[in-house]
């Protein structure tokens, strides 16, 4: 008796529950495409500035990195550095095109880490940093100080990158705070 008086009470009070909201039918298509779409998901435009700016801000970073890279690598390490450097290119082009405004973040960060290059105390921290990583790693000789395959300059490179994108990226989210945000949204 108790459990038919359990059973009505249930069954009338998810009766009057689905009577109370709307029924969607799921397998029905929605009316327009617009419902489909994410509006916050997708770029509203894309940002050519990111684009242009990462690869000139990149070869500025790397200018005075990479003349001390050069004079303690050998043939092989220095490929090694060319397709790290490959790689923070493509990481820094992926970068502008899934998240344009920590890209144009990164980018204001990097120029002023270009600027900090005049007294070049990041950049000699970063590289001794990578220098003795890869020198307890075996990727490098200590007397004369040279680096003679592809990983040990791969892997040099990519800790200073690592380092330098870093604090550039510090500088950004400061410098974010100080522009206006329209400088970091795309148009």
Known sequence: ????????????????????????????????????VDHHAVPRSFDYFALIAWPIVQTCNMFLAAL????????????????AAMWFLVAGWF???????????????????A????????????????????????????NPETVTNEFGGFLMTFIVGGILICCAWVMGLIVG????QSWLRPN
């Open 177 to 180: 705070l100080m522009v206006p």
């Open 68 to 83: 001390f890279g050069w004079g303690i690598t050998q043939d092989h390490g220095r490929i090694g550095i060319f397709f």
């Open 95 to 113: 970068l502008c095109c899934v998240r344009p405004v920590s890209a144009r973040k990164l980018i204001f960060g990097a120029i002023l880490l």
């Open 1 to 36: 008796m108790h459990c038919r008086r359990f059973a009505f009470l249930f069954q009338a009070l998810w009766t009057t529950a689905l009577l109370m909201t709307a029924y969607v039918n799921p397998y029905q298509p929605p009316e327009t495409i617009e419902a489909l």
């Open 115 to 142: 600027l900090t290059q005049v007294f070049p105390i990041i950049q000699m921290i970063a590289g001794t940093v990578a220098f003795m990583t890869a020198l307890s790693l075996g990727l490098a000789a200590e």
